[in-house]
């Protein structure tokens, strides 16, 4: 009886703590995509370059691809701009050094040339780890 207790409590323990390690790196991938709609909503180059890997593929709802010199460049730049961006409905998933992020993006738009306009898409991101931090590895949009 007092084995099955001891072998009980644990795994209790093992599983217990896997949680509480689980939540701590949801968190901090939900810190990092929060941190990416502020430098997306910013457009600074330093804030996206820092978020971002360096082996970044960024799709567009548009079939656009770029690579993380474009992604920055495009925001900065003015040429995308973000003027609200509200995220809804998100989920993480956590695979080892990958998580997988989906929401829903809504907000407006003010690109160099072009009228105001409303954005309605729904979002795929992948972050690695690399090191402590979480970097953004892919995004794919399509038009909701």
């Given at each position: ?29 939900e810190k990092a995509v ?106 794919q949009a399509f038009k909701?």
């Amino acid at each position: 009886m007092l084995k099955s207790f001891v072998l009980s409590l644990l795994v209790l323990t093992a599983v217990t703590t896997q949680t509480i390690a689980q939540n701590k790196e949801v968190a901090a991938v939900e810190k990092a995509v929060l941190d990416l709609r502020a430098a997306m909503l910013s457009g600074d180059a330093a804030s996206l370059t820092a978020i971002s890997s360096k082996n970044i593929t960024y799709g567009h709802s548009n079939g656009t691809i770029e690579d993380q010199a474009a992604f920055v460049e495009a925001l900065a730049s003015g040429n995308n701009n973000f003027t609200e961006i509200t995220l809804s409905d998100q989920t993480v998933e956590i695979l080892g050094k990958i998580a997988l992020v989906r929401h829903n993006l809504t907000g407006t738009t003010h690109n160099k040339g072009a009228d105001p306009a409303s954005i309605n898409l729904g979002i795929l991101l992948v972050w690695q780890k690399e090191g402590k931090d979480w970097k953004l590895l892919a995004r794919q949009a399509f038009k909701r």
